[in-house]
């Protein structure tokens, strides 16, 4: 569980996929505005979030989709944490069920903070969870459905044997730092292996658990792995991919046709980082091929913007991983309590290991697909230098778009002296400094007058016989009202911008814009509050500010219809 600043809301969550369902824990509370847009300019229309107030694991089961997520019940901060819980056949459309799990034994008296879900043999699914208990102390806890034959797991039992794992003396774990156990995997020793977060000092680790019954858990000697001056990780995630193709593979496989990932949500930070590498089942210990103490700034990250406590999940269903985050508000503390709600669920993401080896690849899950409708596609056209051409026909405020750009030459690019860090380089040169190969890309939630809008772009540099794209989401004009943050986002893609093609695909959804760069190698997630682009009044255009004309070679956009979300 995050303990962080009381505005935010936390999206830490347990999936599971059930006979094809998957579900997902959460409460309805019913609100007169729920679909008054023009009330709640800034409620997303396809993004999974409560009706009201504050929210904070996923699994598949009987054919259902279970998410898991933390939520506050009694308001639009942080505070009085329970499991919430909704289904869903399509990770798309959601229905909300009672609250799974509440406080109610002195191992979680005083909260029920986040966990992951383990599918046990048989199929059957577990919870291990960080409750606080009477000493305010953070302690791990296991809860069973009460009803394996009800698809829908409404009803959930704790063990009486919890806390399963907690700090003491003897094992020398800082009491305020060990939370959000993750999925579990079996070892070819027939022992469960867990991991739970953990700092000791400015050392961040993933404490290793190890049972044969699932009840019964004793600490490893050493943990999987620790890196200096990274403080607390939160919300573990550690799980194989496969070295070749884009199926995903169930947690516990291990063997010479993966490789493993370990994710950790930087408290520090407030980002979600990943480590690629090789996992030693015998020594019980992760070799990254990069690591934390070398240069946190070149460690790779699941979305550079808004994006955190993420979790992903096996769905046997469609042998797929699945990658779920939450994604918090950039409005202000009052604004939030006025409208009521604060935080939501990024789209689920397909995530498969690129066939370089070196990095993820991340690409919202094809169902979100159906909501597409009124298509427009637009054939070849070059882009002249300063040109801005708008996008009709759809619905600007809540639409999916996919466009791809040509370079026919790389003279033009500016040359990079030294090496900057790229949130910095967005910062700098934004979407109005001309360059001579960009800023190009989209113009998202923009007013009529373009006194308000997003930019979601490329630029292109020479650095030291390279050719590198920056890829940016620049916030700066994106509302009128400077009460938000207004932080622009980048980071390099990896891209040969002479040899292959520059995709971007943004999914606008009134409050949240979601952009892939490069076929989903670099994924950046802002959120923006226009006062004058809301709803009809928001326009979408394809621009090139750059000195140099560049080619889109295709552009398709559709209008996005609403999702059937906690009953609204």
């Known amino acids: 569980m995050i303990k962080i600043s009381p505005f935010w809301l936390i999206a830490l969550f347990s999936i599971i996929y059930v006979n094809g369902v998957l579900h997902v824990e959460a409460t309805h509370i019913t609100s007169d505005d729920d679909d008054d847009s023009s009330h709640q300019p800034y409620r997303t229309a396809y993004h999974f979030q409560p009706p009201k107030n504050w929210i904070n694991g996923p699994m598949r089961y009987k054919g259902l989709y279970h998410l898991f997520y933390q939520y506050n019940p009694k308001g639009a901060v942080w505070g009085n944490i329970v499991w919430a819980h909704s289904v869903s056949k399509d990770l798309v459309n959601w229905t909300p069920l009672n609250i799974a799990i509440y406080p109610s034994q002195p191992s979680d008296i005083n909260g029920c903070w986040s966990g992951s879900a383990t599918i046990l043999p048989g199929g059957k699914p577990v919870i291990l969870y960080t409750g606080i208990d009477p000493n305010n102390q953070q302690v791990q806890n296991l ?31 800082n009491a305020s730092s060990f939370r959000d156990p993750t999925t579990a995997w079996l070892g070819r020793d027939g022992h469960w292996r867990v991991l739970v977060g953990n700092k000791r000092g400015k050392i961040g680790q993933a404490l290793l658990y190890r049972s044969k019954d699932f009840v019964n858990w004793v600490k490893a000697k050493h943990p999987l792995h620790s890196s200096k001056y990274t403080g607390m990780w939160e919300c573990p995630d550690f799980f194989p991919v496969s070295k070749k193709g884009i199926l995903g593979i169930e947690t516990s496989v291990n063997d010479d046709n993966v490789r493993h990932v370990l994710k950790a949500s930087l408290d520090d930070r407030k980002h979600d980082y990943y480590l690629i590498g090789s996992y030693n089942a015998t020594k019980d210990n992760f070799i990254p091929d990069k690591d934390f103490d070398e240069n946190i700034e ?3 990250r699941y979305d550079y913007g808004k994006y955190y406590a993420s979790k992903t999940f096996f769905d046997d269903g469609n042998k797929r991983r ?8 950039s409005s202000s503390v009052a604004d939030d309590i006025k409208k009521g709600w604060s935080g939501i669920h990024a789209i689920p993401r397909a995530i498969w290991l690129h066939e370089s080896g070196k990095q993820l690849v991340q690409w919202p899950v094809v169902e979100i697909e159906k909501l597409r409708e009124n298509p427009v596609n637009w054939n070849t056209k070059v882009l002249k230098g300063g040109q801005l051409l708008q996008v009709n026909d759809i619905t600007a405020a809540q639409a999916d778009v996919e466009i791809s750009f040509k370079i026919n030459k790389i003279g033009d690019a500016e040359e990079l002296n030294s090496w900057v860090d790229p949130q910095i380089l967005c910062s700098q040169k934004g979407s109005s400094v001309r360059s001579g190969l960009g800023p190009f890309g989209l113009v998202v939630l923009a007013s009529k007058g373009l006194q308000e809008y997003t930019s979601v772009f490329f630029r292109i540099f020479k650095y030291q016989n390279e050719n590198l794209v920056l890829f940016c989401s620049d916030q700066s004009r994106s509302s009128l009202n400077k009460d938000n943050d207004l932080t622009t986002y980048g980071t390099f893609v990896d891209v040969d911008p002479l040899h292959e093609k520059l995709s971007l695909r943004s999914l606008i959804d009134h409050s949240v814009v979601e952009s892939f760069g490069g076929d989903g190698k670099a994924c950046i997630t802002a959120r923006v509050y226009p006062t004058l682009a809301i709803n009809d009044e928001a326009q979408l255009y394809a621009f090139n500010n750059g000195t140099s004309s560049v080619k889109i070679t295709s552009l398709s956009a559709w209008s996005m219809k609403k999702a059937q979300i906690n009953g609204n």
């Open 143 to 173: 809860a069973y459905p009460k009803d394996l034959s009800d698809p829908y797991l409404k009803e959930w039992v704790k063990s009486l044997k919890n806390p399963l794992m907690a700090p003491t003396i003897a094992n020398m774990i």
């Open 322 to 329: 699945v990658l779920l985050g939450w994604v918090n508000e």
């Open 298 to 300: 070149t460690v790779l």
